[in-house]
């Protein structure tokens, strides 16, 4: 897609105001408007979108791509991508979800995907699957909680979770000190604290679990953030957050693309629309 197709950093008035417009003047039909949630979206699907497609950055995260599309509802070509984040919804008119629970997880799902970026970064004695079990298992304990926190509608606050001071010596998550971060962060939300200590104290770490449920449950940015501590941890090299994301971004091609689920609901929405909202293939 052309750069000049991509809108940032706009306010929710903006963004409808500038859809508004092109629409007016759009007198073939045939323009397609999706809105995502921020800028790791559009980096990864930028490429996969045909010249016909404005990519807009959403003024609010997930409810922001919501506001917009669902204020153009009667317009099928105002189209929105999302993060499941642990809802259990399939994609339904306009709205299309990534598989998995996010971006991030539906990335690593792609076995040949993860072992390019750990032969890139990693130094260790563990196979690259060794390596993604030993942080699923770390991981499964941040993605339940945030789950938990999700379907009590608690309300805790997770945006950005750091796991400075959370992950010990030996690079295992503390999670004492995730819980800790958690309640210190939220002081306000003391009445659901017994809702952290229950989780606490119930959770069985050595609970088994199918190898999929990891993709639906752990969040991608916790993903990349353990991974780039894991990678230090190992190299004593510095990676940052975007030079691992990056590179996950970077490693998926459009074949790896096109063997997912959301793959087919855009090309079988554009054919049934007579669209073209991917590249030619």
Known sequence: MAAN?????LDKNDIISDIVLMLAEDMSRKSIYMIVEGPDDIAFIQSKLSDTVYLYESFSGKHGVEEVVNHFENNFRVIGLYDRDYEQIETIKKHFYYDHNCLEMMIV????????????????????SELLEE????LRFMGELRKLNHDSGAGFKFSKFSFDGCIDEHCYLNQGNVI??????NPHKQEYFYLLDEFFNSYDNAQHFDHDYHFNIINGHDFINFIRYSINFHTNKSKSYEDIASSFRCAYRFEDFQSTILFENLREYEQEKNLQILINC
């Open 109 to 128: 799902k792609n076995e040949t995907v993860f072992n390019c970026v750990c032969s890139e970064y990693y130094i260790g004695i563990k196979k690259p």
């Open 180 to 185: 800790l971060k958690i309640k210190t962060w």
């Open 5 to 9: 197709s991509i809108r940032t950093n």
């Open 135 to 138: 942080v699923f298992s770390n």
